[in-house]
């Protein structure tokens, strides 16, 4: 059985609750193209995955348009959906205790790091943090897979397999895999059972105190190093 050191976590739906300020961004950029959107749950679906690959996805942009499309959602997202997000309930306790564990955190996000930076700044979460690894502006990590090479080169983790990716999307499990890396799918986020099964996840928890059990098992006493699952 593998032992982990190292845990990545995805940052929307994971660590945060970003629906209303998303699914106004995207309303606002459909806007833009003429595109009505009265139901703001209908946008769900775009909590998670890269923005270029869902307005083509779901609504059968071409390239260019689809990063005409996500600059506009930028354009309200830097100065007002970045802050529209709520932290889940008992994430910071979470992370205290697994950094005081011994772990050492990594973020690893679809979301451009120059804004998962701001949003971990404002939910005073940055100090947990070794690294901070996101999207890029220029798509030159346009997948999850890309970003959490990236964290892996930046962080100089060069044993995957002493690393977890968590986090509530099939995109974070398939994007581990192609790392060779293990993954924990969340249930208290934006996907579904059914999802995170299909893709894959090695592990898949209800909700934080279930993650916090599976990282942090009270029966053992040994340090991170030694822990095996």
Same mark, same amino acid.
């Given at each position: 059985?593998?032992?982990?050191?190292?845990?990545?976590?995805?940052?929307?739906?994971?660590?945060?609750?970003?629906?209303?300020?998303?699914? %106004?961004?995207?309303?606002?950029? =459909?806007? #833009?193209?003429?595109?009505?959107?009265?139901?703001?749950?209908?946008?769900?679906?775009?909590?998670?995955?890269?923005?270029?690959?869902?307005?083509?996805? $779901?609504?059968?942009?071409?390239?260019?348009?689809?990063?005409?499309?996500?600059? %506009?959602? *930028?354009?309200?997202?830097?100065?007002?959906? +970045?802050?529209?997000?709520?932290?889940?309930?008992?994430?910071?306790? =979470?992370?205290?205790?697994?950094?005081?564990?011994?772990?050492?955190?990594?973020?690893?996000? #679809?979301?451009?790091?120059?804004?998962?930076?701001?949003? +971990?700044?404002?939910?005073? +979460?940055?100090?947990?943090?070794?690294?901070?690894?996101?999207?890029?502006?220029?798509?030159? !990590?346009?997948?999850?897979?890309?970003?959490? *090479?990236?964290?892996?080169?930046?962080?100089?983790?060069?044993?995957?397999?002493?690393?977890?990716?968590?986090?509530?999307? %099939?995109?974070?499990?398939?994007?581990?895999?192609?790392?060779?890396?293990?993954?924990?799918?969340?249930?208290?986020?934006?996907?579904?059972?059914?999802?995170?099964?299909?893709?894959?996840?090695?592990?898949?928890?209800?909700?934080? #105190?279930?993650? !916090?059990?599976?990282?942090?098992?009270?029966?053992? #006493?040994? *340090? $991170? *190093?030694?822990?095996?699952?």
């Amino acid at each position: 059985m593998n032992t982990y050191q190292n845990l990545l976590f995805d940052l929307d739906g994971t660590l945060t609750d970003p629906a209303e300020g998303i699914t %106004k961004c995207i309303a606002y950029a =459909l806007e #833009s193209f003429g595109i009505k959107s009265p139901n703001l749950d209908a946008l769900r679906p775009f909590i998670g995955p890269p923005l270029k690959e869902t307005f083509m996805d $779901v609504y059968g942009f071409d390239e260019a348009a689809a990063l005409q499309a996500a600059d %506009k959602y *930028r354009e309200r997202f830097a100065t007002v959906g +970045l802050y529209e997000n709520r932290l889940f309930e008992d994430v910071p306790a =979470l992370l205290e205790e697994l950094k005081g564990a011994g772990y050492r955190l990594f973020l690893a996000t #679809s979301k451009p790091d120059i804004f998962a930076r701001e949003i +971990l700044r404002h939910f005073r +979460l940055s100090s947990f943090f070794d690294f901070v690894g996101g999207a890029a502006l220029d798509e030159s !990590r346009p997948t999850k897979a890309h970003v959490i *090479r990236h964290v892996i080169t930046e962080a100089s983790l060069v044993q995957p397999e002493q690393c977890i990716m968590i986090g509530d999307r %099939k995109h974070d499990v398939l994007g581990a895999k192609a790392c060779s890396m293990p993954s924990i799918g969340v249930l208290y986020g934006f996907g579904n059972l059914a999802e995170l099964q299909d893709a894959g996840a090695d592990y898949i928890v209800n909700d934080i #105190s279930q993650l !916090r059990t599976l990282l942090l098992p009270e029966s053992s #006493s040994m *340090r $991170v *190093r030694n822990r095996a699952w």
